[in-house]
């Protein structure tokens, strides 16, 4: 004859707390049945029932697919597993992107200096957007010269975040000045020998590049004013270094 388990005994044969049974009861996945008198009870059905529930929820599957899973007897296993390992293996690298973020966000804060907000969130958006930026400086290098951009250090990585960020500070508290001064056409230097160093290409070659919009859109830390001096002192900059450049690169 057939056991029949009350849920508080169900749950403890299984592991499973009652609160996730009345759960599974309530949306369909995995219903008691009910005796002559009313009262919900489960089966030995129930156990194969839960233990593929079980199943299903290590390898990652919402409850939602589970349960049109274990509705179809005759679903395609292997297609299944597949589509799931390609969700999890996407879910894995978004993880691993923002640990990335998370890693890089502490080093910026790792001194017991206070940090701009608009420069951080600045710098954090261009390590979340890499992928964009990727696409983007595809139309300038191969491919392969792109990634060997991005493949570096971790160490050498954090040194050139915190150098552009301090780059970036200093340069927001110089925007007003007189940008042909001697501060301001400094840092001017400053920023591409920094720009060099990462891309791998002179300051020539940079403003010779004929650069289509960014689209990843990444919050610059200055305002508007600010960028129109920036604009100004490279102008300045380059004019002094003999560089030729596009009124229109600099707007």
Request: with cysteine; charged share 30%; proline share 4%.
């Amino acid at each position: 004859m057939a056991e029949k388990y009350s849920i508080g005994t169900f749950a403890k044969l299984t592991g499973v707390t009652i609160r996730t049974l009345h759960y599974y009861d309530e949306i369909g996945i995995l219903k008691p049945e009910l005796s002559a008198s009313g009262r919900r009870f489960y089966g030995d059905d129930h156990f194969i029932i839960l233990q593929k529930i079980v199943t299903l929820k290590f390898l990652g599957f919402p409850l939602e697919n589970i349960k049109d899973l274990i509705k179809n007897e005759n679903w395609n296993l292997k297609e299944s597993l597949i589509f799931q390992k390609k969700a999890m293996l996407e879910k894995r690298a978004q993880i691993d992107h923002i640990i990335k973020g998370l890693d890089s966000a502490l080093n910026l804060v790792d001194e017991d200096q206070p940090v701009d907000s608009t420069i951080f969130i600045s710098i954090i958006n261009g390590i979340l957007l890499e992928d964009d930026h990727k696409e983007w400086l595809e139309n300038f290098f191969s491919e392969e010269k792109v990634q060997a951009l991005f493949d570096i250090p971790q160490e050498e990585q954090f040194e050139l975040e915190k150098r552009w960020a301090v780059l970036l500070t200093e340069l927001k508290n110089v925007c007003g000045s007189d940008p042909k001064g001697e501060e301001s056409q400094s840092l001017m230097k400053e920023m591409f020998t920094l720009f060099t160093e990462i891309v791998g290409v002179d300051t020539s070659a940079i403003m010779q590049m004929n650069v289509p919009e960014d689209p990843s859109h990444v919050p610059l830390p200055f305002t508007m004013e600010d960028q129109e001096w920036l604009g100004m002192a490279m102008k300045f900059y380059l004019e002094k270094e003999g560089i030729e450049i596009d009124e229109e690169d600099l707007s």
